[in-house]
Nanobody
Framework: QVQLVESGGGLVQVGGSLSLSCTSTERAFNRYIMAWFRRAPGKEREFVSAVMNDGRSTWYSDSVKVRFTISRDNAKNTVYLQMNSLQPEDTAVYYC??????????????????WGQGTQVTVSS
């Protein structure tokens, strides 16, 4: 069973920055796309960003494009999400996700098999 462990959430003021990390126990981590999703209070979980297995291709939701940067270090089995210019609407629980098979990019949450426990990001105005 693959486990994903997130860290790096917290409380930040508007315009501030936070960096999230997610480490996977998957031995073949470098074969899998990795993604970040978030669930804001009272809303459904939504796609945030994804990075292909080799780190060369990335995708972002329109709401975070330019402000957030996803990256990965396959030697450390870790994916990162650098979040800049944070806004109150970024307040959410952030989850990293990994599929159970090799696949190309999708925003479809149902195709991701493994999920982290979530880390809270709160942006105060």
């Amino acid at each position: 069973q693959v486990q994903l462990v997130e860290s790096g959430g917290g409380l930040v003021q508007v315009g501030g920055s936070l960096s999230l990390s997610c480490t996977s126990t998957e031995r073949a981590f470098n074969r899998y796309i990795m993604a970040w999703f978030r669930r804001a209070p009272g809303k459904e979980r939504e796609f945030v960003s994804a990075v292909m297995n080799d780190g060369r291709s990335t995708w972002y939701s329109d709401s975070v494009k330019v402000r957030f940067t996803i990256s990965r270090d396959n030697a450390k089995n870790t994916v990162y999400l650098q979040m800049n210019s944070l806004q109150p609407e970024d307040t959410a629980v952030y989850y990293c996700a990994q599929p159970g098979r090799e696949m190309f990019f999708t925003r479809d949450q149902s195709t991701y098999t493994y999920w982290g426990q979530g880390t809270q990001v709160t942006v105060s105005s």
